[in-house]
C-alpha cells in the first residue's frame, strides 16, 4: 500500500470530523527559490471556512486562502514528498508524521495528540483598542457614540483615529516620569477629540497624575469641552481660548503636542516646547506656505532648478524641506527627533508626524554639523530665514 494514502485519509478525516489543527511541511528540497516550509491552518473569513497556506521563504511569507470544500486538491499538490521531506498533521484525535528517506516513505503516528482542542478560527480578530466605546461619556457627547455605547456610522472613522493618534502615543508616554504630576498642552485642540480621549487614556488606564489643557482659538469649541469636561468628571482637563502663538502658562509644559497646526502655527507649537524644555514634542505639520514662498521667491540656480520649476514638485520639495529643517532645529537643541509616516496616504496627503524627545546629554553630533545641515539645505533652496529659526534667535 502506499505509504502517502493513508497519512491523506487521515488529513481527509480530520477535516472532514471537524479535528484538525495544521499541518506542517518542512525539509524542502524543490527547486523553488528560498521556500523552507508551507503551514496550513483553518480559519473563518468573513465567516466562510477557508485553508490558510502560508508559504514561509527566507525573506517574506505568502498566504494563499482556499475554501476548504475545494482546499484538499491544492492539499494533495503541496503534500509532494519530492519536494518536501517531512510532512506532520496535528489533529485532536493523533499526530500523523511523513518523512521521505532517499526512496523510502515512513509514517508515525502519535496515538497521544500534542493538542486537544482545536484553536480559535476568527481569521478577523476585533482589534484591541486603547479606548474602549462602552460608558465614555465624551464619544457620546462629540458625536462619536450613541447612547448605548456604540459607534455611529458616522463616528467610526473619528474613532479609528483616535484610537490610532493613542497608539502611536502612547510608547512614547510611557517613557515620561510617573512621580510627578504631567503638564501636557495639546495646541489647537479644535473639538477636543484627541484631548479627552488622551486624557482618559492616561488618567484612568496609564494611572497617571497629569493635567491637560487644549489650546483652542474658536471660543465655541472652548466653551463646549469644557461643558464635557465637567459632565465627564475630568477635573484636571480643561480647555483655553487662545492662539497657540499669544498662549502663555508659568507652568512647566512636560508634553507639548500640535496636530494639523497649519503652517508656521507648527513652529509657534515646537518654539512654545524648546522655550519650556519640554520632555517630548509631538506634531503634525499641515500646510507649509511659508517656505514654498521663500523658494519660489529666489529660484536658486543650482541642481535642484529644474525640479523646482514644476509647481507640484515645488510643493512637495518645500513641504520635505520645512519639515527637515524643523527636526534639525529641534536636534540643535538636543532633541532625539523621529520623522514618520503616521495615516495611509489614501486618508490624507499631509500624514508626517514629527516626535522629539528632550536629551539632557549632549547631541550625538557636533552643533557644528548639524548647523552645517541647515545651512546647505537652506542654500541649496535658496532659503533665508525659517520661521522657526526667526523664532529661536529672536528668544
Excluded: W
Aim: hydrophobic share 35%.
Amino acid at each position: 500500500m502506499n505509504t502517502l494514502s493513508p497519512f491523506l485519509e487521515s488529513l481527509k478525516t480530520s477535516l472532514i470530523n471537524d479535528t484538525f489543527i495544521q499541518l506542517r511541511l518542512g525539509d524542502y528540497k524543490g527547486e523553488e527559490a528560498e521556500l523552507k516550509k508551507i503551514i496550513v491552518k483553518r480559519v473563518l473569513i468573513k465567516k466562510k471556512d477557508y485553508l490558510s497556506f502560508v508559504y514561509r521563504y527566507k525573506r517574506r511569507d505568502l498566504t494563499k486562502n482556499h475554501p476548504v470544500e475545494t482546499a484538499f486538491q491544492e492539499l494533495e499538490k503541496v503534500i509532494n514528498l519530492t519536494a518536501f521531506c517531512f510532512a506532520q498533521l496535528l489533529t485532536t484525535i493523533e499526530d500523523v508524521s511523513l518523512q521521505a528517506k532517499k526512496s523510502n516513505l515512513f509514517l508515525i503516528k502519535k496515538t497521544a495528540p500534542s493538542h486537544t482542542e482545536v484553536p480559535s478560527r476568527e481569521h478577523d480578530q476585533p482589534k484591541q483598542r486603547k479606548i474602549e466605546s462602552a460608558e465614555k461619556h465624551y464619544l457620546y457627547a462629540l458625536g462619536i457614540t450613541d447612547s448605548t455605547g456604540k459607534v455611529r456610522s458616522k463616528g467610526r472613522d473619528k474613532f479609528k483615529q483616535i484610537n490610532h493618534y493613542i497608539e502611536l502615543l502612547s510608547s512614547l508616554l510611557k517613557e515620561l516620569p510617573s512621580d510627578k504630576k504631567l503638564h501636557i498642552v495639546d495646541m489647537g485642540s479644535g473639538k477636543g477629540y484627541l484631548s479627552f480621549a488622551l486624557f482618559d487614556y492616561l488618567k484612568n488606564i496609564l494611572k497617571l497624575d497629569v493635567q491637560l489643557t487644549g489650546v483652542e482659538y474658536r471660543n465655541d469649541l472652548v466653551d463646549l469641552c469644557n461643558k464635557i469636561a465637567k459632565e465627564s468628571k475630568f477635573t484636571d482637563l480643561q480647555f483655553v481660548q487662545n492662539t497657540i502663538e499669544n498662549y502663555q502658562t508659568n507652568k512647566k509644559i512636560d508634553v507639548l503636542i500640535a496636530l494639523h497646526a497649519c503652517d508656521t502655527a507648527t513652529d509657534d507649537a515646537i518654539y512654545k516646547g524648546l522655550t519650556h524644555k519640554a520632555d517630548l514634542i509631538i506634531t503634525a505639520p499641515c500646510c507649509h506656505k511659508q517656505i514654498r514662498k521663500e523658494i519660489a521667491q529666489n529660484k536658486p540656480t543650482n541642481e535642484m532648478s529644474s525640479i523646482l520649476s514644476h509647481g507640484i514638485f515645488m510643493e512637495r520639495q518645500a513641504e520635505m524641506v520645512t519639515d527637515n529643517l524643523r527636526a534639525l532645529y529641534l536636534e540643535r537643541a538636543n532633541y532625539s527627533t523621529k520623522v514618520f509616516e503616521f495615516i495611509a496616504t489614501e486618508h490624507t496627503p499631509k500624514n508626517i508626524l514629527i516626535t522629539a524627545q528632550r536629551n539632557d546629554k549632549k547631541t550625538v553630533r557636533s552643533q557644528e554639523k548639524i548647523q552645517k545641515d541647515i545651512d546647505n539645505t537652506k542654500s541649496l533652496f535658496g532659503i533665508r530665514k525659517h520661521h522657526l529659526e526667526v523664532l529661536i534667535e529672536n528668544s
